[in-house]
C-alpha cells in the first residue's frame, strides 16, 4: 500500500510505532521495522546521548530497514542534553525523527541540515499547521483516545482528524485508537495518510516489557483507563490502578492546589518498576483507550501483516460491494 507517508519515509506499509518511554527499545523498533513498517526508539529512555548512540548501534545490527528516533522537548529545571542526543542520532545516521512535546523549532536547523525527516505530534489542528509552518515534514494527529499527553482539548480522532485534512499540506498519520485493519481503513478514509499505533505494540511478543504488562493491555476493555493531572494542565491518559486512583483522590482533595511534588509519588520511577519488573500497581502508565481492542500478543510481522490483510480485505470486499450496490 502506497501514501505519501510510504513515500516520505521509504517504508512498506503507513504503519509507525510511536516512542513510548521504556518501549521504544531496538528489540521493538527493529522488529516493526523489518515488519515493513516504520519503528522507533525512544531516545529518554537512555539516560545520556552516548547510551542513545549504543541502541541505535544495537537497531542497526538488528535491521537494516529504516527506523527513527523519538525525541520529546519536556519542560524541566534541568534539561536533559538535547544537543548531545541530536549528535547520536546524527551520528548514527538515523534519518527520521519522532518529536513531541514542545515546539522544536529551536532543533530543527540540526536536524535538517543531517536531511532527517521530521514528524511531530500534535493533538490540535492549530499545533500541526504550527509545525507544518516551521518545516516539520509531516504530522502524528493524537486524538483524544491516545495514550499518554492528549492535550487539553478532548477532541477525538474522527473529528481531528478530517480537520486536519481540511488544513494540511503536507502528510499526517492518526494517533490514538488504532489496532488494526478497521483503524487503518478509517484513517486513510478520514484523510489520514497512515496509523501510529503505541499500546498496540506494547502487546507483541518483541515488546521489551514484562507480560504483566502485556496481559494486563490484553484483559483490560476501553473503560480502563483514566485521565490524570488535568489540573496542571499535562493531561495524560493512563491504565487505571491503584496509583491511578490514588493520583485522582489526591485531585479531588487538593483541587486547584495540587502540585507535581503532590503526586511526585506515583509518578517518578514508574516506569522500570512496572515495564521491566512487572510490578502493576506502583505507578502510572500510559495506556490508550484502544486496550479494548486488544485480544492476544501476536509477533509483530503476524501483527502489522493481519492488519494489511483486514484493511485490504475491506477496501477490495466490503467497500466494493458497497460500491457497486
Known sequence: MKTRITELFGIEHPIIQGGMHYVGLAELASAVSNAGGLGIITALTQRTPALL???????????????????????????????????????????????????????????????????????????????????CDAISVDGFECGGHPGEDDVPNFILLPRAAEELKIPFVASGGMADGRSLVAALALGADGINMGTRFIATQEAPVHDNVKQAIVEASEL??????????????????????????????????????????????????????GDMQSGVWSCGMVAGLVRDVPTVEQLIQRIMGEAQHIIDQRLAAMAAA
Open 53 to 135: 548512540a549504543a541502541e541505535i548501534a544495537r537497531c542497526h545490527a538488528m535491521t537494516d530497514k529504516p527506523f527513527g528516533v523519538n525525541l520529546s522537548f519536556l519542560p524541566a529545571v534541568n534539561p536533559p542534553d538535547y544537543a548531545g542526543y541530536i549528535r547520536a542520532i546524527i551520528e548514527g545516521q538515523v534519518k527520521i525523527v519522532e518529536t513531541a512535546g514542545n515546539n522544536p523549532q529551536k532543533w530543527l536547523p540540526m536536524l535538517k541540515e543531517a536531511g532527517i525527516k521530521v514528524i511531530h505530534k500534535c493533538t490540535s489542528v492549530r499545533h500541526a499547521l504550527k509545525a507544518e509552518s516551521i518545516g
Open 224 to 277: 480502563d483507563t483514566r485521565i490524570i493531572m488535568r489540573p496542571l494542565r499535562n493531561t495524560e491518559r493512563v491504565f487505571l490502578n491503584r496509583a491511578t486512583e490514588t493520583v485522582l483522590e489526591k485531585e479531588r482533595t487538593l483541587g486547584p492546589a495540587i502540585t507535581f511534588e503532590d503526586i511526585a509519588p506515583e509518578l517518578a520511577g514508574a516506569y522500570p518498576r512496572i515495564m521491566q519488573q
